[in-house]
């Protein structure tokens, strides 16, 4: 039975999406891209357009499943706030909608989509780019990785077993 995965970069200034499709335990690429947000306005209404724009992929997609990346920050402790109020934002809106969701760790991903745990982030796109079986790899950014967290999310989950 096919599952789709919904893979998820939490940010406020781009958030990544990635959705793949899995038959059986085969991952097919189906779409990536980032939802922005302008710093130009204020962190609330930003929030609400991240908000919205998510729930339009999510209506989009219908995924089975929505893999989120957990926070991961050490340096700017005022992007991270944004970042943490981004991804409760996303992690809401795909609750009231009633979707199964799965929260992964930086170090996970890695493990999963590149084998090491302490994989650069450039080896980890490289690998789900390969996994996926795609001509180069996705940009921005953002999107690779969220096409990297859906990889790993199928690793994780007795729904997939």
């Known amino acids: 039975m096919d ?29 990536c891209g980032v939802i ?14 991240l908000r919205q724009d ?32 981004a991804r409760g934002v996303l992690l809401e809106a795909a609750q009231s909608k009633n979707f199964l969701i799965t929260e992964i760790q930086p170090r996970n991903v890695k493990m999963a989509v590149a084998g090491i745990g302490n994989a650069a982030k450039s080896q980890v796109q ?10 180069c790899m996705p940009k921005p950014d953002d999107a690779a990785d969220a096409l990297a967290i859906a990889l790993a999310a199928q690793n994780n989950l007795q729904i997939f077993r």
Do not use: W, Y
């Not at 991961?72 to 992007?79: E, L, P, S």
């Not at 490289?126 to 001509?135: N, T």
């Open 3 to 31: 599952k789709i995965i919904l893979g998820i970069d939490p940010g406020i200034g781009r958030c990544g999406f990635g959705v793949i499709k899995f038959s059986g335990n085969n991952p097919h690429f189906i779409d």
């Open 54 to 85: 998510f729930i339009k992929i999510l209506q989009t997609f219908k995924p089975d499943l929505i893999a989120i990346e957990e926070l991961f920050f050490t340096k700017n402790i005022t992007t991270g706030i944004a970042v943490a109020g």
């Open 126 to 135: 490289k690998m789900a780019a390969r996994i996926l079986k795609l001509d």
């Open 36 to 49: 922005e947000t302008s710093s130009q306005e204020s962190l609330p209404k930003r929030l609400c357009e």
